[in-house]
């Protein structure tokens, strides 16, 4: 159990693919401008991660070495598809608003880098675990990143009116630059929550290696 424990929270601090290993950055800060989208990217993004790295954890064994990269592009191509229409049937507005973000889920860098990483060489178990981890980090950044955004941006939380009018909406924060200044801003936080917590075995018997 603490193995689990410890997979699932690399992916929320540790590990967190947007503030450590910074990957997939331009449709997380693309849809941020917004805490639906940010949720919504946050979900999509969470489902197809668990699902496709269950199945290639799976069926790792049957899958040739020479064909593994295409046959991962499939499988993640195939969750993607089945989020996109979930979401143009059930949720239209949002699937609307997230234009093309959601189709582009299949060529992101997360998902590909955990299927070929950890999903194609680990036990189901640890699957997922890790999936659920990176899947749920990447979801408490986009979202924590819209409400700040939303906020200070446009004045309203999921689309209702929070701040009073006398508090004009910052343009700054809808916009690229401020997309990435309070990017920046949970990297750091991040980093001090890293700093604070009991490093992992790992790690430890690492720093004590000599140089």
């Given at each position: 159990?603490?193995?689990?424990?410890?997979?699932?929270?690399?992916?929320?601090?540790?590990?967190?693919?947007l503030?450590?290993?910074?990957i997939g950055?331009?449709?997380?800060?693309a849809?941020?401008?917004?805490?639906?989208?940010?949720?919504?990217?946050?979900?999509?993004?969470?489902?197809?991660?668990?699902?496709?790295?269950?199945?290639?954890?799976?069926?790792?064994k049957l899958?040739p070495?020479s064909?593994?990269?295409?046959?991962f592009?499939?499988?993640?191509?195939?969750?993607?598809?089945?989020i996109?229409?979930?979401l143009k049937?059930?949720?239209?507005d949002?699937?609307?608003?997230?234009g093309?973000?959601?189709?582009?889920?299949?060529?992101?860098?997360?998902?590909?880098?955990?299927?070929?990483?950890?999903?194609s060489k680990?036990?189901?178990?640890?699957?997922?675990?890790?999936?659920?981890?990176?899947?749920?980090?990447?979801t408490?950044?986009?979202?924590?990143?819209?409400?700040?955004?939303?906020?200070?941006?446009?004045?309203?939380?999921?689309?209702?009116?929070?701040?009073?009018?006398?508090?004009?909406?910052?343009?700054?924060?809808?916009?690229?630059?401020?997309?990435?200044f309070?990017?920046?801003?949970?990297?750091?936080?991040?980093?001090l929550?890293?700093?604070?917590?009991?490093?992992?075995?790992?790690?430890?018997?690492?720093?004590?290696?000599?140089?």
């Amino acid at each position: 159990m603490n193995r689990y424990i410890r997979i699932f929270t690399n992916g929320i601090i540790r590990e967190n693919p947007l503030l450590m290993l910074m990957i997939g950055l331009c449709s997380s800060l693309a849809v941020t401008t917004a805490v639906a989208n940010g949720i919504g990217m946050g979900l999509s993004m969470t489902f197809v991660l668990l699902m496709s790295e269950l199945v290639i954890s799976l069926f790792k064994k049957l899958i040739p070495e020479s064909v593994r990269i295409p046959v991962f592009i499939i499988v993640i191509a195939a969750f993607t598809t089945v989020i996109d229409y979930m979401l143009k049937a059930y949720f239209p507005d949002l699937s609307k608003a997230m234009g093309v973000f959601i189709p582009l889920i299949v060529v992101n860098c997360i998902i590909m880098g955990r299927v070929e990483s950890f999903a194609s060489k680990q036990p189901l178990g640890n699957v997922i675990f890790d999936a659920l981890g990176m899947g749920l980090g990447y979801t408490w950044v986009l979202t924590g990143i819209a409400i700040i955004r939303e906020l200070l941006g446009s004045g309203t939380l999921l689309g209702f009116h929070v701040l009073p009018t006398s508090f004009p909406p910052i343009l700054f924060f809808v916009l690229p630059p401020g997309g990435f200044f309070v990017f920046s801003l949970f990297v750091s936080l991040n980093l001090l929550i890293k700093a604070r917590l009991k490093p992992l075995p790992t790690e430890a018997n690492h720093e004590e290696e000599p140089a």
